[in-house]
């Protein structure tokens, strides 16, 4: 199909769109920076086919952000290119009315070029994007699927100044020490909450599956189907964020996507399911023997712990997220794997030969979804190009056990950062622009963090010494 010819076709849509939903006068548009974070403007219901047809300028800073919107000079896209303009273009996919929005508004994803455009691959969804579509040249298609934890907390702090559970949406109590894993009575009392998200994501065609109450106080988890389209999993994951947290701010709560937001409890993990399909549609990972996983998937396990180490600050960008990386808080800490085991890094589930995948458990719900997906993609086709062999597999509680493993893994923030820094295959995975913007950001978000005096420190020493 010619470019000229998808323009149209996209227009077309657009043109029924506005037709089939004549009250929204408004669009948020949105690009996701190398944190995930939404940034964007919003217009009025006559901008949108112009936004088509000519896309919207933005400056290169909006891809060179930290974490507070605050321009990170290093990152080579803020003043050192003068912070000239690019273009942001829709994802036509992406244009969704927003439910229950008053007064109603819609919702476009945005991907970024050059004033000529010619794709930024500093835009993480566009360097996802240029992976999937070298595996089908390759005669791969990638199916993947987030599973997402959150919290749902209180508006107001408690009496120490820390973040609460929220109170139930029906009866109104709050569990402070309750882990109600698995509790359906958990599930009732948020069901206009849980309601509202469902039919948020069907009007977003976002497939949200099975709801659980998860291992602690105010936390829950969500599951997405298994699609076919690697890029779309990746957008259905950071806009089903989106919809909770509006979903849960419409309820007078607020739904907390930190990985580590409450002391003492399990935090939050964003485990990402993937498998790979020839194009006659059989399963790369299919077992020839029962239970006795075939070559590739060996060879992709060897790939993801092999490169483990060195990707680490992309499946914990953050400082809260080093909190949730502890031993026996079903949070993986050592590059392993396992059959159907949920204390090791790289479980393969149970499932029938045919849907065989691997479920990667490192990623806390505070990573990018872009970010996430690429990486783990580029480790298992380093993988399996170069048939590097996996350790034995763990069997048993993999936090009991010695790991002996040549992977240096770092052990907090800083030590990740380095690695990244120093690291050839997230340079190659990343692109030269990206990894340079993403590691600049990293270092400036670890300053603004090791240089500020907290309230722990005030309370540890202003007596003692």
């Known amino acids: 199909m010619s470019n000229n010819h998808k323009k149209n076709n996209n227009l077309s849509k657009v043109k029924k769109f506005l037709k089939d939903n004549p009250n929204i006068k408004s ?23 112009k936004l088509y047809e000519t896309g919207r300028q933005f400056p290169l800073s909006t891809l060179g952000m930290d974490i507070t919107g605050e321009d990170v ?55 996802l994007e240029k992976l999937t579509q070298d595996c089908s040249k390759d005669g791969i298609e990638v199916y993947g699927a987030f599973e997402l934890e959150f919290f749902l907390v209180s508006n107001e702090l408690d009496q120490f100044g820390k973040l609460q559970p ?16 698995y509790s359906v009575d958990k599930l009732h009392e948020m069901l206009p909450l849980f309601d509202d998200i469902y039919e948020a994501a069907k009007i977003s065609d976002i497939e949200a599956e099975t709801i659980i109450s998860e291992y602690a106080p105010g936390q829950f988890e969500l ?22 947290r509006a979903q849960a701010r419409s309820h007078g709560i607020t739904a907390c996507f930190m990985a580590k937001p409450i002391e003492n ?38 790939g993801l712990i092999q490169t483990m180490g060195e990707s680490m600050l992309v499946f914990a960008p953050h400082a809260n997220s080093w909190r949730r990386l502890i031993l026996g808080s079903y949070a993986p800490v050592t590059p392993n794997w396992g059959m159907d ?36 993609l580029s480790a298992i086709r380093l993988g399996m190009k170069n048939k590097i062999k996996p350790p034995e597999q763990t069997t048993g509680n993999a936090y ?59 309370d540890l020493y202003l007596n003692a010494i």
């Open 341 to 376: 085991n949920r204390s090791v890094a790289f479980r393969i589930p149970s499932s029938s030969a045919k849907n065989r995948r691997i479920e990667h458990r490192v990623s806390g719900v505070d990573a990018n979804p872009y970010l996430v997906a690429l990486t783990v």
């Open 400 to 458: 009991n056990q010695k790991q002996k493993s040549e992977i240096k893994m770092p052990h907090d923030w800083s030590s990740a950062i380095i690695q990244a820094k120093k690291s050839k295959f997230l340079k190659e995975t990343l692109g030269k622009d990206l990894h340079k913007a993403f590691i600049a950001i990293k270092e400036m978000e670890y300053q603004k963090v090791a240089s500020t005096v907290s309230e722990l420190d005030i």
């Open 166 to 181: 929220a109170k139930s949406i029906l009866g109104k109590r709050r569990s402070y020490i309750k882990t109600d894993v």
């Open 73 to 127: 000079p290093n990152t080579g896209l803020i003043l050192e290119q003068g912070d000239g303009d690019i273009k942001a273009w829709p994802i036509p996919s992406s244009l969704k009315p927003i439910y229950k929005s008053k007064p109603p508004r819609g919702e476009l994803f945005m991907t970024m070029s050059d004033i000529d455009g010619k794709k930024l691959y500093s835009d993480p969804r566009n360097v």
């Open 265 to 302: 409890v399990s935090g939050s993990g964003m485990h990402f399911h993937i498998s790979m399909y020839d194009r006659k549609g059989k399963n790369l990972f299919l077992d020839k023997i029962k239970n006795k996983p075939n070559q590739n998937l060996l060879n992709s396990i060897g």
């Open 223 to 244: 599951t997405l189907k298994h699609q076919s389209n690697l890029l779309k999993a990746a957008d259905d994951i950071i806009r089903l964020k989106r919809i909770v």
């Open 27 to 49: 669009f948020d548009i949105v690009m996701h920076d190398c944190n995930g974070v939404g940034r964007g403007k919003i217009i009025r219901r006559q901008e949108l086919l």
